[in-house]
């Protein structure tokens, strides 16, 4: 008898345990391309560098125009958004080339209003942004004679700015993230990560939001 009670207050406090965890971790993820109207699905995300992004790699500053884009399902209050992630460098400078070697996959997570002890809860309200997060993307980097291989592994690698905190108007992507080193001839000389930077303006879909 009291080795079954003792089982039944561990189940309680376990229950407890687990409310308090989902209380505390808002999950839901949902992207909307209009006020309050979930987008049909797959949604197709484009955005186009505004001017130029930049891998500030250990072997030089490279700089180059590009592209991101994804086909993703539209989420939900228990799954988060995800799917097939592309990305493009072109135009580079000073004669520094970025080939990709391998597209992964990309998933948004919605950014929530934090309470005032800067934790996020279930009840919480999304700002209509989100988190950006990158897998299995490779590109090779060539400069100066060096030569690098970069892959992204679960990396955080911008926000997303949602269409209602611009005004209306198309949504834009700020990439700003830490690309783990793999490889590639120059070996030592690659470092350890490549930071990625650069400003983009979603041009497809015309009204994105992360919510």
């Known amino acids: 008898m009291k080795?079954?009670?003792?089982?039944?207050?561990?189940?309680?406090?376990?229950?407890?345990?687990?409310?308090?965890?989902?209380?505390?971790?808002?999950s839901a993820t949902e992207l909307t391309c209009s006020a309050g109207v979930m987008c049909t699905a797959p949604t197709t995300i484009h955005a186009t560098s505004e001017g130029h992004a930049t891998l500030d790699s250990p072997i030089g500053n490279i700089s180059c125009e590009g592209t991101v884009s994804g086909?993703?399902?539209?989420?939900?209050?228990?799954?988060?958004?995800?799917?097939?992630?592309?990305?493009?460098?072109?135009?580079?400078t000073e004669g520094a080339t970025v080939h990709v070697l391998a597209n992964g996959t990309l998933e948004i997570h919605t950014e929530y209003t934090k309470e005032a002890d800067g934790h996020e809860t279930q009840n919480a309200a999304s700002t209509g942004n989100g988190?950006?997060?990158?897998?299995?993307?490779?590109?090779?980097?060539e400069f100066r004679?060096?030569?690098?291989?970069?892959?992204?592994?679960?990396?955080?690698?911008?926000?997303?700015?949602?269409?209602?905190?611009?005004?209306g108007k198309t949504a834009t992507l700020d990439i700003n993230g830490r690309i783990p080193a793999v490889g590639g001839r120059s070996g030592i000389f690659c470092g350890s990560t490549s930071p990625w930077t650069g400003s983009y303006l979603i041009t497809t879909p015309d009204y994105l939001d992360i919510d």
């Open 3 to 26: 080795y079954l009670k003792m089982l039944g207050l561990a189940a309680i406090a376990a229950g407890a345990l687990m409310a308090f965890a989902g209380a505390g971790t808002a």
């Open 145 to 167: 004679g060096f030569h690098c291989i970069f892959r992204t592994k679960e990396t955080d690698i911008g926000t997303v700015t949602g269409s209602k905190n611009n005004a």
């Open 131 to 141: 988190t950006l997060t990158s897998t299995g993307t490779e590109v090779t980097v």
């Open 71 to 92: 086909e993703a399902n539209t989420g939900s209050s228990t799954t988060t958004v995800s799917g097939g992630g592309t990305v493009s460098f072109f135009n580079c």
